[in-house]
T-cell receptor
């Protein structure tokens, strides 16, 4: 049963600390997305990779956030330094290229981040 | 602002009734998708309708698309308590994989 996995599922940290969230996309999916979900802002796209290359990270605060794909099986999202306003649920999603039948996205369970 | 805006924001119905949710969007699209999110979980893809399609069915789901009005509706027939969730529409435009999600409709199905 192929699925996107994310670690950790929950993270509580103090303001100023570095936070790293990890995602393993579904094997064979070459597009990876990072989203942030809050009650106030809803679901926001932070970054988007295709074949490990970043295509769009315009939704990400560049001064403190960074997203990478060290290899095809791992995507990371880092926040340094973290701030209370970063508290949210962070989702990773993966998918196949558009034109292969559809561009449905498959979501992981999310990382619930609380910054105190 | 969000490309997709769902209406209503919240909907409460009795089990067995039909639930209808609407989505409006602003720009031309390649396809429109509906996702479900159970509390505390990730989103799950339900159905995709292409811009040249007008209606699509999947089990108890029926989706319509009116590109002239830039709107879509999701109908869930014979609802069940397990259908309680938030439902999001998402639009795809251009040649890439990027989706723009709406604000969601919270559906509650009561026994």
């Amino acid at each position: 049963d192929a699925r996107v996995t994310q670690t950790p599922r929950h993270k509580v940290t103090e303001m100023g600390q570095e936070v790293t969230m990890r995602c393993q996309p579904i094997l064979g999916h070459n597009t990876v997305f990072w989203y942030r979900q809050t009650m106030m802002q809803g679901l926001e796209l932070l970054a988007y990779f295709r074949n490990r290359a970043p295509l769009d990270d315009s939704g990400m605060p560049k001064d403190r956030f960074s997203a990478e794909m060290p290899d095809a099986t791992l995507a990371t999202l880092k926040i340094q330094p973290s701030e209370p306003r970063d508290s949210a649920v962070y989702f990773c999603a993966s998918g196949l290229p558009a034109g292969t039948g559809g561009n449905e996205q498959f979501f992981g369970p999310g990382t619930r981040l609380t910054v105190l | 602002s969000q490309q997709g805006e769902e209406d209503p924001q919240a909907l409460s119905i009795q089990e067995g009734e039909n639930a209808t949710m609407n989505c409006s969007y602003k720009t031309s699209i390649n396809n429109l998708q509906w996702y479900r999110q159970n509390s505390g979980r990730g989103l799950v893809h339900l159905i995709l309708i292409r811009s040249n399609e007008r209606e699509k069915h999947s089990g108890r789901l029926r989706v319509t698309l009116d590109t002239s009005k830039k709107s879509s509706s999701l109908l869930i027939t014979a609802s069940r308590a397990a259908d309680t969730a938030s439902y999001f529409c998402a639009t795809a435009a251009g040649g890439g994989n990027k989706l723009t999600f709406g604000t969601g409709t919270q559906l509650k199905v009561e026994l």
